[in-house]
């Protein structure tokens, strides 16, 4: 054994594994990051997968990513290029090579480099011995493979299934270098497999053997340490962007004093949602696998109309089908949360690559004058209190909310602070049971929302329904003037939204050469790169919108104090477009549509290209 | 049969204020005036009742009635009352709905409601034709119809609802006629007592986009010749004086004496003979079959997601807010 | 018999016909339309009947309306008020008195202002007796229910089915006072009822028997006359929007040298297209009545696959369900044709009345980007035109185009000049045979199409889907760079049809104080108001956008020389949303959501109100 | 079987460029091996041949053919295969789909494809779970499972497919295995042969969610004994050496010598027998039935509708852009 190697400390860390589908990437990227942040750091992860779900082994499009960032400073995103990165494979090195840092450690299992491993990722030589990775980066050869074998031998497994296991050996090695301990993942693995001996064995032996090796001092001469951050006390969890989502619908409903239903139609990348909300049986919440995205929003409607909270999840092309329903919520005047997990489009299109395209959808896309609330939240943790907030419009204002969620916050994971039960205000729905005086579509002069009405209610029988109503009665009205008046009225109510809104924040100065203005998952990178050009000396500010309709009034004041509006999007301007129509200002559009998130350095160099 | 606590009604209970706009001497009336008859007798509570219908002249139905009501979108109310009925199955959840809005854009819903057996009740006012939309033919017309958009004949072969309703699983099948207000009553009744998805074809008159369609098996002369009831536990007889029968053979279904007709069994576990017996032509010799097809037990969804919410409720303990957001690994930061 | 009556000269006259739905005011109107079409008049029709197909006799809500403005002078609308109002009961007196021009011709049918129609129609008093109609109005009262049957008398029909021609008796009268000729009608009776003489018989004595009333002097005194108009040289026939849009399909198939075929589903008020086009089976036209609208559309893309014309036509709620699809047509790049007949909402809304808010719908009611270009006929005859030019941008450019029409224009008619084969160019498709070199996502360097293969061309076999392209080969790719180059691709291909537009027209002067900025079936109301303000020496012009979207690239510039810019709509303000959007121009919104078209003094008064 | 004229094509004339990206170990490689395996032997020109697929693992077919082939989106590939076969009938059109693509968002479109009788042929491949988005309970899964969405056990009843084409009037009906390959081929074959629509379900194995999901009927150690191959005019027999047979009684399935068997018949006018036996459970003592249920004639719409297209045109005359202009009262302004 060598002698005890250095401990560096290190700010932060980026680390990506890279392998084959069935090469348990994802799974290895949560494991370390959930001890990465038992251990305090602050944390973000981008997992990136393929369409397939376990293509042919070793190809190129069969590559799975996992990036994780931790840190002992408050971060935004999982970092622009990795530090480390773990190639599993030829094709998982091809792949992803070209994005680690000049410099960087990079871990490869030389004993998936055999001809036809180079041939499937269409090496024509061994990257390994010709290339120059040993000069670029800090290169270590492993035949993971081979340890495995021998780390497993004895427990009577097949070669195949002892394989299985090199993910955790990886694993094992990073939490040397890493300095964690293997407790959390030791204790995952028994609660997994517990009923599995054979297989626990072998990936506990698996994980150790990793440890070891790492240890020994062969590969690695430098531990490195990254000090917990200093995060705002309290107790946090990990939590996955689409988990948060799902707490924060049951959590709202909760203070809804309500019981969720969720009708939902399978779809990448939303369907995690639909899958932490089945667990959810003992809060109450009822989900329903409808046969389609139009039955799911419809069957959502008819639960708020009995007197639950309706929910309906999706992305982009779900969302397309659900549009003609999203008319009926809006003139029967029910709640509903939509939700619109957005993907890489347009049709079918990039499915497992994230987006922010669905914007105008969903501000627009219905027939007719259609007006309804888009909340959109801007990080893994705020899908929680994003979808807090589109419980509380929903019920408050008798109306459907969309919640813009995207591929990049649901899959991602980051800390996630606990609150308290007191901190989330509670906003209590009253039914309505009175028949004295009773009219379905009297308004509450204060939100303009009608009132809600349990079926099953004695003495309040009456009949709603998708033509125009008449307003009070909500009878069938084909008057003119009665028309135009509901279709103010409908509007009048979603616009008055925005009168409940907090003043716009603007993080910077609040004046300036330039404002970067954002929506949804931008935030991380925006406020990386805009903190990094203050720390230049640039006069640059950043806000970030999370209810982007109605829009904040007060945006377009807030804006005209700059001299330049920029807009990073992964889309194509749009929502640029919605405030150059709403305030008239020029806000320009800097438009990345790679189903890929930007990266920080990207909003930065835009920035400097701008003031420079 | 009202016992005791069971609220008693008139079937003016069951009217609303809004003045009825179908045409005079549209089907839909008879209907309406048979269901509001029947929701008189049931004895259940008005509040209970939730009338749901899609988009339609008979979908207007939900307007005439005084019970709660939701008049949604074309083709979608199967779909909105499984919501409603799985949301809170104390309602007693019937849907309405024309042979456009049940069958052709509104098939999927209709046939996935059938296969879960959500317990609502769903009556398809077949008239063979898009009333609404001024006469186009419908999946339920006949082949060489002309219409609107039809002008040389539809070529399209319809759908025999029975008959798709069996193959979708429904476990409540039936049909009736609009002007036969007894039978309709019967039905309905039945549909209220299954317990499960009841689905009820209602032969349905449009006197202005396909009037008389029915006429060759409904109109008093020939009804009692060409259409036989079919009656759980009762012989299958017709005819003016129930004097003629039918029977299964192997391969086809003959008309005997009554006294050699056979038992009619809606609940046989297969369904074969309903299936067979629904194909019997409007045009042949063979009677065509109102009545009830089928009629079968099958665990009742809404009923079966409560069940297991109650289960894992039980098991994991009732959820609080606290448990909620403290599940998973946490970690404390000072 | 009196004397020959005195034969006045007017300008123009617009009728109004009004009675239950079942007293055949739409057959009424359209035989006056036609005869006056034929008479040389130019004209225009506004039909407006309720969502019931035959509500209850006598009821308000069953009243069916027909609105004819015959005029020898260039007209743009159907007439703000009418001259004359003809109504057939107290509840068609109730909901349209109130629009008749001061002093105007109201004809009402007093046979039926009986105690049981009155109560119907929500009248406490008869007001024929009671009200000042006879001040207001030249009250002509006369009972046509026994006027009919006195006419029929003989023929052996009930006294029910006797007043089923007391419309033709009406339409008689109006046909001696506005000195029109009886054989139109009367051939047009003849071929409809050929084969049934009773009714045959029974309908000509009515309508000869009402001239013969009209024409003994004790009603009507004067005459009119309405010369014809100067309408440019060339044979003419009367046609309605929705009958135009069906013509300008098969045209424009024609002209591309396709065979049509439409994919549709009944809808109000789109299914006059289907029905028309179904009739043109000896034009090769293939039309199928689908399930629904998805179907509707999916079938069409599937035969412009195969070789096919595919057009689909719906209304919005429909439109709404055809969004996917239409994502689908975007990244396949198939040719494709939408129409959307818009009509009020939302939901489903006013289904009988009309509206332009599906605006936003067409142009981004779609997950991702997915850009397309929108077209909206500006009359009922510019349907057949436009639609002619939906078809060219579609095979040109290889897209899916929609054509915004709706209710007004659909169920509108006017003249409509028969142009010769040659005045429509010609723009045949060369399909894609030679299988050298072949890459099914090659691109035209002028338009950006990829080119067209008829599946059965031997050697060309390729697989097309829905799932991001690979540039040119067309294959799978989830290659980030690749996406966001056919992302732009796609956006430069639609926008690029543009560059074909015509420089942006400017009715009235160039610069002034005001542009009123229109789009669709707003035109003829803004012409109107425009006309008449120039005439009152106001700074005002008219720009009207018939390609919707991409915009004109030249509007901003040509909108920039006027000092404001007014944009009225039958909506809340979607097309000034995208001007202002695209160009920062301060264009403000004048919005009607009634169901009902502009007036154009509605626009004039504006206009003096703005400049005043 | 090909004539003089008829293409001969090898099997790896139908192997598109792309690299598969199916699970190894996946059903779907048997299943594209026999669709090409069959349609080198069809006689049909390669270029004829369009396959079009929904989205699903299933649907990725389309990539693996080197023929014409169109991968729509999810649930709407018989809606647009209608469209293609309606605007070239001399196309031959397959569709291929999952099935939560074919029987859950796309059920509508198939039940009207089935009753319309489209000349397409529709190919699901049944592996009782939604694959592509990794692993949910699908509308053919048995109740109970438990999957990603449902942790507690599925609740909802399953469509039996066979029953359900039959119901919504598809011609031909018949089922196979992904795994059994010939006679796999030897249904496709009799699909091609078919004038009509054809419907054929295939049992396909997921490895990854629903691993072994048809052991109990299709393994080899059971098969002989869990299936019975119905051939059209043969007896209905089944076991290892055929020994044993089927035969109807007036209200049931027996099984008998094979000399007594029933010959299977899936030509009669009502199909209640093929109604009776798709009944047959995959844990009772009837073996389940494969092969083709039902096999009749009825006019095929696509044909239908060029005939009318060509028969008003004979008698109204060819349109031209002259008479199509100037059709109906039109007047010269000079
Ligand atoms: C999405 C959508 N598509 C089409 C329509 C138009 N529409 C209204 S009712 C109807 C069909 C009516 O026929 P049916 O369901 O048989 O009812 P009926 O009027 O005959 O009672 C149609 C096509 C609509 N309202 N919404
Ligand atoms: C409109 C829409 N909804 C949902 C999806 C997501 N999705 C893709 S495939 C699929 C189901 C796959 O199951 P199946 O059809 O059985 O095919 P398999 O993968 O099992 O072969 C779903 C729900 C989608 N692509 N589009
Ligand atoms: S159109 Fe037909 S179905 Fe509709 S109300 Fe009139 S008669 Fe009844
Ligand atoms: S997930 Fe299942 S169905 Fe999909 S490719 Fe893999 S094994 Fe096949
Ligand atoms: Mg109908
Ligand atoms: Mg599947």
């Given at each position: 054994m060598s002698p005890v190697p250095a401990l560096e400390t290190l700010d932060e860390v980026v680390i990506r594994f890279a392998g084959d589908s069935g090469d348990g990437m994802q799974l290895t990227g949560n494991q370390f990051t959930n001890s990465s942040a038992l251990a305090g750091n602050d944390l973000a992860t981008f997992p990136d997968y393929p369409a397939e779900i376990r293509a042919p082994v070793g190809t190129l499009f069969g590559v799975s990513g996992f990036q994780v960032r931790f840190s002992s400073r408050d971060i935004h995103t999982p970092g622009d290029r990795p530090d480390v990165l773990v190639a599993m494979n030829p094709a998982a090195l091809k792949t992803n090579v070209k994005d680690l840092k000049p410099g960087g450690m990079?871990?490869?299992?030389?004993?998936?480099?055999?001809?036809?491993?180079?041939?499937?990722?269409?090496?024509?030589?061994?990257?390994?011995?010709?290339?120059?990775?040993?000069?670029?980066?800090?290169?270590?050869?492993?035949?993971?493979?081979?340890?495995?074998?021998?780390?497993?031998?004895?427990?009577?497994?097949?070669?195949?299934?002892?394989?299985?296991?090199?993910?955790?050996?990886?694993?094992?090695?990073?939490?040397?270098?890493?300095?964690?301990?293997?407790?959390?993942?030791?204790?995952?693995?028994?609660?997994?497999?517990?009923?599995?001996?054979?297989?626990?064995?072998?990936?506990?032996?698996?994980?150790?053997?990793?440890?070891?090796?790492?240890?020994?001092?062969?590969?690695f001469q430098v531990r490195y340490e990254v000090k917990p951050a200093q995060l705002p006390p309290g107790r946090y969890r990990n939590l996955m962007g689409n988990a948060a989502t799902a707490m924060g619908l049951v959590v709202g409903a909760k203070r809804a004093g309500l019981k969720l239903f969720y009708g939902s139609y399978p779809i990448t990348p939303a369907t995690d949602i639909l899958h932490n909300l089945a667990r959810f049986k003992n809060h109450g919440v009822i989900t329903f696998q409808a046969e389609d995205e139009i039955a799911s929003i419809t069957s959502a409607?008819?639960?708020?109309?009995?007197?639950?909270?309706?929910?309906?999840?999706?992305?982009?092309?779900?969302?397309?089908?659900?549009?003609?329903?999203?008319?009926?919520?809006?003139?029967?005047?029910?709640?509903?949360?939509?939700?619109?997990?957005?993907?890489?489009?347009?049709?079918?299109?990039?499915?497992?690559?994230?987006?922010?395209?669905?914007?105008?959808?969903?501000?627009?896309?219905?027939?007719?004058?259609?007006?309804?609330?888009?909340?959109?939240?801007?990080?893994?943790?705020?899908?929680?209190?994003?979808?807090?907030?589109?419980?509380?419009?929903?019920?408050?204002?008798?109306?459907?909310?969309?919640?813009?969620?995207?591929?990049?916050?649901?899959?991602?994971?980051?800390?996630?602070?606990?609150p308290s039960v007191d901190e989330i205000e509670p906003f209590e729905v009253q039914f309505r049971t009175e028949a004295e005086g009773f009219l379905p579509y009297a308004r509450n002069p204060d939100t303009l929302a009608r009132p809600w009405v349990k079926p099953g209610t004695p003495g309040l029988e009456h009949r709603i329904g998708t033509l125009e109503k008449s307003d009070g009665s909500g009878n069938v009205d084909y008057d003119p003037d009665n028309h135009e008046k509901m279709v103010k009225l409908r509007e009048a109510k979603v616009m008055g939204i925005a009168a409940g809104y907090k003043p716009t924040e603007v993080f910077g100065d609040p004046e300036g050469d330039l404002v970067v203005l954002g929506w949804g998952s931008t935030f991380g990178a925006i406020r990386s790169a805009v903190d990094s050009a203050r720390?230049?000396?640039?006069?640059?500010?950043?806000?970030?919108?999370?209810?982007?309709?109605?829009?904040?009034?007060?945006?377009?004041?807030?804006?005209?104090?700059?001299?330049?509006?920029?807009?990073?999007?992964?889309?194509?301007?749009?929502?640029?477009?919605?405030?150059?129509?709403?305030?008239l200002v020029d806000a320009r559009s800097m438009s990345k549509v790679q189903g890929k998130p930007f990266f920080s350095s990207e909003v930065l160099e835009r920035i400097e290209e701008i003031l420079g | 049969?009202?016992?005791?606590?069971?609220?008693?009604?008139?079937?003016?209970?069951?009217?609303?204020?809004?003045?009825?706009?179908?045409?005079?001497?549209?089907?839909?009336?008879?209907?309406?005036?048979?269901?509001?008859?029947?929701?008189?007798?049931?004895?259940?509570?008005?509040?209970?009742?939730?009338?749901?219908?899609?988009?339609?002249?008979?979908?207007?139905?939900?307007?005439?009635?005084?019970?709660?009501?939701?008049?949604?979108?074309?083709?979608?109310?199967?779909?909105?009352?499984?919501?409603?009925?799985?949301?809170?199955?104390?309602?007693?959840?019937?849907?309405?709905?024309?042979?456009?809005?049940?069958?052709?854009?509104?098939?999927?819903?209709?046939?996935?409601?059938?296969?879960?057996?959500?317990?609502?009740?769903?009556?398809?006012?077949?008239?063979?034709?898009?009333?609404?939309t001024k006469g186009q033919y419908s999946p339920t017309s006949e082949q060489g119809k002309r219409t609107g958009s039809t002008p040389y004949g539809s070529l399209d072969h319809p759908f025999n609802p029975i008959a798709l309703a069996l193959g979708a699983g429904s476990t409540f099948v039936a049909r009736t006629v609009d002007t036969q207000i007894p039978h309709t009553r019967k039905i309905l009744q039945a549909a209220h007592e299954h317990e499960g998805f009841a689905f009820v074809e209602i032969l349905q008159n449009c006197v202005i986009f396909n009037n008389k369609a029915f006429e060759h098996i409904t109109s008093k002369g020939v009804r009692d010749e060409r259409q036989i009831d079919l009656r759980p536990g009762q012989p299958m007889v017709f005819g003016a004086g129930l004097e003629r029968g039918l029977r299964f053979t192997p391969d086809a279904i003959e008309i005997v004496g009554a006294s050699e007709a056979d038992l009619w069994d809606p609940t046989g576990a297969s369904g074969a003979r309903a299936y067979r017996v629904c194909q019997n032509s409007e045009h042949d010799e063979l009677p065509v079959p109102m009545g009830i097809f089928r009629q079968v037990q099958r665990p009742i969804l809404d009923r079966q997601i409560h069940a297991q919410v109650e289960d894992v409720s039980e098991r994991l303990g009732p959820g609080t807010l606290e448990s909620l957001l403290n599940s998973g690994d946490t970690w404390e930061v000072r």
């Open positions: 990079l871990i490869v299992n030389s004993g998936n480099f055999g001809a036809k491993d180079l041939e499937k990722a269409g090496y024509e030589r061994n990257p390994l011995e010709e290339e120059n990775l040993e000069h670029d980066f800090q290169l270590v050869e492993i035949d993971l493979n081979e340890a495995v074998i021998q780390a497993v031998a004895g427990l009577g497994l097949s070669n195949k299934d002892a394989l299985r296991s090199k993910n955790l050996l990886a694993l094992g090695m990073l939490y040397w270098i890493y300095n964690r301990p293997l407790d959390s993942t030791e204790a995952w693995l028994n609660k997994k497999f517990g009923n599995k001996e054979q297989i626990l064995e072998a990936n506990l032996r698996a994980l150790r053997a990793g440890h070891k090796i790492a240890e020994n001092g062969e590969f409607i008819g639960a708020s109309y009995a007197g639950r909270l309706g929910v309906t999840g999706t992305s982009g092309p779900g969302l397309a089908l659900k549009t003609e329903a999203l008319g009926m919520a809006v003139i029967t005047e029910l709640p509903l949360v939509v939700i619109d997990v957005q993907r890489g489009g347009p049709s079918t299109g990039l499915p497992t690559k994230t987006e922010q395209a669905d914007l105008l959808q969903a501000v627009f896309g219905r027939n007719s004058e259609a007006p309804l609330p888009v909340i959109a939240p801007c990080s893994s943790s705020d899908c929680f209190w994003s979808a807090v907030e589109a419980v509380r419009i929903a019920v408050t204002y008798m109306t459907p909310v969309i919640l813009l969620s995207d591929g990049y916050l649901g899959n991602g994971a980051e800390p996630f602070r606990i720390q230049k000396g640039l006069k640059v500010s950043q806000v970030h919108v999370r209810n982007v309709w109605p829009l904040p009034r007060d945006l377009g004041e807030v804006l005209g104090k700059f001299r330049q509006v920029l807009v990073p999007e992964m889309n194509r301007g749009q929502f640029a477009r919605l405030v150059r129509s709403e305030f | 049969m009202t016992t005791a606590q069971a609220p008693v009604y008139k079937k003016k209970d069951f009217e609303s204020d809004q003045e009825n706009r179908w045409c005079p001497g549209c089907g839909d009336y008879a209907i309406l005036n048979a269901v509001q008859q029947s929701f008189a007798q049931l004895g259940v509570p008005k509040e209970k009742f939730v009338i749901v219908s899609g988009i339609g002249c008979s979908s207007r139905f939900t307007y005439y009635m005084d019970t709660y009501g939701f008049h949604t979108i074309h083709g979608r109310p199967t779909a909105v009352a499984s919501g409603i009925k799985i949301a809170n199955p104390e309602l007693q959840v019937w849907v309405v709905c024309g042979d456009g809005d049940g069958f052709s854009i509104g098939g999927n819903h209709m046939i996935h409601s059938m296969r879960r057996n959500i317990d609502i009740k769903v009556l398809v006012f077949n008239n063979r034709i898009y009333g609404l």
